[in-house]
């Protein structure tokens, strides 16, 4: 395991091991004529950009996708060498870096194609591209009727490359029939374009809800994200693919005092104590991404038994009763997110709790919080 130089009791673990596995689970799912993109925007998803990143590219990941030109130059300057196809609409400025650290960009307007296509013949360089095709989504991306048309414009530019064109689901997780509405506005699209004689080398519309329950939008190319992690976009889901959740949230215990009967924990005195106990201090709050929602509805687990978080969360700490008999003390391991014991906190439950998506929860992980990378063979 590798340690990180920090004095704070509060860390995220995040096991490299079960990305590893969750992408070979993917893999086993879609079959070897399907290639695999990686989501590793937004820190990647939590578990932190580089390493996860690094260890997919060892373990052979196809693409990286990004939603920023900074994450896709923070790759590059990793040393990462992958195809890296940064999700989000190529802006004029952007040009320059995309094109000298390799950076796949996406198309959705015929001005910055042709800005790109200019810049590419000055440097004499050909630039593979992936356009996007609103089907449904309502943001970035071509509305499909009008894509046929946009498409064969693109074909004009000398030097870009139609590498790929793609779609996104709004709701593959729930809404089946809408998800085949797209999939089957996505088959006009790329059959006009086939007709104007443009042959993309990757179609791609599915993230990991799409991939799990739709075969027809696996296309050649599938761009999980939450899976991979090992978290499920829809709980029903688990039967469908075995995934092992790689981030635990971890803590030790600060403090710990006996409180009689009636005395109050924490802002705004949402908690009184009923009967004589003793209350541990955890050095995590809010400002750590334990979200304030969780005051007096979750859980943690200390030795291997679940206690329950009294009181308002803070922003930096986090009362649990403990009750008086159990064996507890200033140091013990807390778990707010992962296993002990065979006991399991989810990230699903907490986002449950917090009437929000997982992904949120992930994400909510603040950079305070240092990750620690264990890699389980
Ligand atoms: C984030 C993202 C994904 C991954 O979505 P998950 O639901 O996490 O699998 C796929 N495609 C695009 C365009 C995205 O922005």
């Known amino acids: 395991m590798e340690t990180l130089k920090t004095y704070r009791k509060t860390w995220a673990e995040v096991d490299l091991g079960?990305?590893?596995?969750?992408?070979k689970?993917?893999?086993?799912?879609?079959?070897?004529?399907?290639?695999?993109?990686?989501?590793v925007k937004a820190n990647a998803y939590g578990h932190g950009l580089v390493a996860v990143s690094r260890h997919l590219e060892k373990s052979e990941i196809d693409f990286l996708g990004t939603s920023s030109v900074d994450e896709a130059v923070n790759l590059r300057k990793a040393g990462i060498k992958c195809p890296i196809l940064n999700l989000s609409n190529l802006l004029i400025d952007e040009i320059e870096p995309i094109i000298k650290l390799k950076i796949i960009p996406v198309?959705?307007?015929i001005k910055i194609a042709r800005a790109l296509n200019?810049?590419?013949c000055a440097y004499r360089k050909e630039i593979?591209?992936?356009?996007?095709?609103d089907t449904g989504m309502g943001r970035i991306g071509v509305w499909h009727r009008e894509a046929g048309t946009f498409i064969?414009?693109?074909?004009?530019?000398?030097?870009?490359?139609i590498e790929g064109i793609y779609t996104h689901f709004p709701s593959a997780e729930e809404d089946r029939d809408f998800t085949f509405e797209q999939i089957k506005r996505f088959n006009l699209v790329v059959e006009e374009v086939k007709s104007f004689g443009i042959w993309p080398k990757y179609l791609h519309t599915a993230n990991s809800a799409a991939l799990i329950v739709h075969k027809e939008?696996?296309?050649?190319l599938v761009r999980p994200g939450l899976a991979l992690y090992g978290v499920y976009p829809n709980s029903k889901f688990q039967a469908k693919l075995n995934l092992k959740p790689?981030?635990?949230?971890?803590?030790?215990?600060?403090?710990i005092k006996r409180v009689s009967r009636g005395r109050s924990i924490s802002y705004a005195r949402t908690f009184f104590i009923k009967r004589a106990s003793r209350i541990a201090t955890l050095p995590i709050g809010y400002a750590d991404g334990y979200s304030h929602l969780l005051s007096n509805k979750s859980k943690v687990l200390i030795r291997g038994k679940f206690y329950p978080v009294v009181g308002t969360v803070c922003m930096d700490q986090t009362m649990v009763d403990i009750g008086l008999k159990d064996n507890i003390k200033v140091g013990d391991e807390v778990i707010l997110i992962g296993s002990q014991k065979g006991r399991t906190i989810k990230v699903e439950e907490l986002a449950r709790i917090c009437h929000t998506i997982p992904y949120q929860v992930l994400c909510w992980i603040s950079s305070r919080v240092p990750r620690v990378y264990k890699v389980i063979v």
């Open 217 to 220: 939008a696996h296309f050649n």
């Open 152 to 161: 064969k414009n693109l074909k004009s530019l000398s030097n870009l490359i």
């Open 128 to 133: 593979p591209i992936h356009v996007k095709i």
């Open 25 to 39: 689970q993917i893999k086993k799912k879609v079959g070897p004529q399907v290639k695999i993109l990686a989501a």
């Open 246 to 255: 790689a981030l635990s949230l971890k803590t030790r215990i600060a403090y």
């Open 118 to 120: 200019k810049k590419a």
């Open 18 to 23: 079960a990305i590893a596995y969750n992408f």
């Open 107 to 109: 198309i959705a307007e």
